[in-house]
């Protein structure tokens, strides 16, 4: 398909465990972004990437965050040792463009569930 | 600092009723305004958007005014549609600013 591919759609883990959330972005966009969406709450920032660019990692929440992107297309969000409150939607989105205009397209997201 | 308050849901309007979702928000420049729609089952898409102040966006029979003496971008139609029952989400960028702000969605639903 055309769209920004999300897997797995669902996943549940037990606390403490890893998990990893894989992302494939719109073929060509150079932009990738990773939100959060918990339940009641708006989405959340969680990390950007521009082409080659060193990525901005302002919105991870913790150091048992982390996010790669490799070849500048397919990307992974880990979580290490999760925990019950990282249960959330993790939603991916990629644009065409190299500033920001807001023209996001998003994936269906990943609903994590750590119990 | 930036962010965006939305009107809190859920709305439930009855078909070819006039539908407003509020929208306001804080912004230290002059940002770009955006509604996306999320509807069931669906990622994110964006509905419509103003990069400056007095624009109007439309879409969909959707519009918005960018309002800087308000600080609003209230969403607006005139005779909503069962279909139109989805999640709306206000947002906003800067110029410089690497990501989108959002609101936390209001969710519409509307009956026949």
């Known amino acids: 398909g055309a769209g920004v591919s999300q897997s797995p759609s669902n996943k549940v883990t037990e606390k403490g465990k890893d998990v990893e959330l894989r992302c494939d972005p719109i073929s060509g966009h150079t932009a990738l972004y990773w939100y959060r969406q918990s339940l009641g709450q708006g989405l959340e920032f969680l990390i950007y990437?521009?082409?080659?660019?060193?990525?901005?990692k302002s919105g991870l929440p913790s150091d048992r965050f982390s996010a790669e992107r490799t070849g500048g297309s397919v990307s992974t969000l880990t979580i290490q040792r999760t925990q019950q409150e990282d249960s959330a939607v993790y939603l991916c989105a990629s644009s065409a463009y190299r500033v920001v205009t807001g023209e996001l397209f998003f994936g269906e997201g990943s609903r994590l569930t750590v119990l | 600092g930036n962010s965006v308050t939305q009107m809190e849901g859920p709305v439930t309007l009855s078909e070819e009723a006039f539908l407003t979702i509020n929208c306001t928000y804080t912004?230290?420049?002059?940002?770009?305004l955006f509604w996306y729609v999320q509807y069931p089952g669906e990622g994110l898409q964006l509905l419509l958007k103003?990069?400056?102040?007095?624009d109007k966006g439309s879409n969909k029979g959707f519009e918005a005014t960018y309002r800087k003496e308000t600080t609003s971008f209230h969403l607006e139609k005139g005779s909503v549609q069962v279909s139109d029952s989805a999640v709306y989400f206000c947002?906003?960028?800067?110029?410089?600013?690497?990501?989108?702000?959002f609101g936390t969605g209001t969710r519409l639903t509307v009956i026949p």
């Open positions: 912004a230290t420049g002059y940002p770009s």
């Open positions: 990437f521009q082409g080659n660019s060193a990525p901005d």
């Open positions: 103003a990069t400056k102040a007095d």
């Open positions: 947002a906003l960028t800067q110029d410089k600013a690497n990501n989108l702000f």
